[in-house]
């Protein structure tokens, strides 16, 4: 088995997950699904820069050198998805706070359909 099926099984089995959890109806599994999505993007970049070992970051005379381009990418891709969950999480908050709710949509399943049977 080889260490690129190992890192290709890994980034399929967050990305599923990442997305079994944003189609869910409830808002945190949503928060917490964008992120693995963000974690499994940011290891496909980190991978497409090729898996080297003993290899320099930096240009030298001789031996092979690994490409800095995709760390750099990554690291600004963390800082990044760092601030949009922060982001992501008061909003979730704040739809909380505004519907009494914590689904996507703002209405309980069900919650209408108890409500029109007391009315009637």
């Known amino acids: ?3 690129e099926f190992l890192v290709a099984t890994g980034i399929g089995a967050v990305t ?3 997305i079994y959890l944003v189609l869910r ?3 945190w599994p949503v928060v917490i699904g964008l992120s693995l999505l963000g974690y499994a993007v940011n290891v496909f ?4 820069g090729r898996l080297w070992q003993d ?3 930096i240009l030298s005379a001789t031996g092979r050198i690994a490409d800095p381009l995709p760390q750099a990418l990554v690291l600004t ?3 990044i998805g760092f601030a949009t969950t922060g982001f992501v999480i008061e909003l979730a908050l704040r739809s909380r706070h505004e519907s ?3 689904h996507v949509d703002g209405h309980e399943p069900g919650h209408a359909a108890s409500k029109r049977s007391d009315g009637a």
């Open 1 to 3: 088995m080889s260490l």
């Open 16 to 18: 599923a997950t990442g």
């Open 25 to 27: 109806g409830r808002t």
């Open 45 to 48: 970049i980190f991978a497409m």
């Open 55 to 57: 290899a320099a970051p």
């Open 77 to 79: 891709a963390i800082v």
């Open 100 to 102: 009494g709710s914590d």
